[in-house]
């Protein structure tokens, strides 16, 4: 289920990595240690009142700079830490493997009519699963294509509202149905803490089924 576990000092220097290898834990050597003080899931735990969590988007690995290949799908769940004195001492933070969530997303999502696709968005129109795997982790790559380019009308539509269906004028005999669902959930906050501020990108789910058009 996790990928690893982390404690990150308050300059963002990993000091007690553990990963995780087909379900063994090992502890990192010193030499691979890594400087996360510039990734946004450092300083958005960083700057959290002591008790809150932090839970990311769904993206893609990244070590020593460069995103993992073969991907690997993440949500990170993080919270800061202190010493007696209550000085900040960093974060401690778990890797989730996203890949289960993504496998569940297509096991429930499965229909009995092959012409039937289901995508999965996140907020900006990327896909996180697609029809076509080539399509996945653009944001994560540096590309401009994603669904809102290829569809923008269709795209507005779904953008601007929470759930719904619809007959794509873009693409004949295809009626789009969307649900968003903002999954992971806002960081949570100790009770009494500010609430923290909600992770970017929250997936969408789209099926696009070819149907016979009503006027």
Known sequence: VYDQLRWIDETGIERVPVDFIQNRPFVVP????QNKATR?????????????????????????G??????????????????????????VIANYFGSYLIEKFVDVTKAGDANVRVNLLNGDGYWLRA???????????????????????AWRR???????QFDDLETPAVRILFDDEPAPAAPRSRPGAPAASPPPNPPETTSDAPTRRTE
């Open 66 to 91: 460069r995103v993992e290949t073969p991907f690997k799908p993440v949500i990170r769940l993080a919270t800061p830490v202190s010493d007696k004195a209550g000085q900040p001492r960093g974060i």
């Open 30 to 33: 010193e030499e691979r240690l």
């Open 158 to 164: 779904i953008s601007g509202n929470e759930r719904g």
């Open 40 to 64: 946004y899931y450092f300083t958005a735990t960083m700057a959290l009142e002591s008790g809150s969590i932090f839970v990311s988007p769904l993206d893609l690995n990244i070590e020593q």
């Open 131 to 153: 029809p076509q795997s080539a399509d996945e982790w653009g944001f994560m790559l540096g590309r401009q294509d994603h669904f809102g380019t290829r569809y923008p009308e």
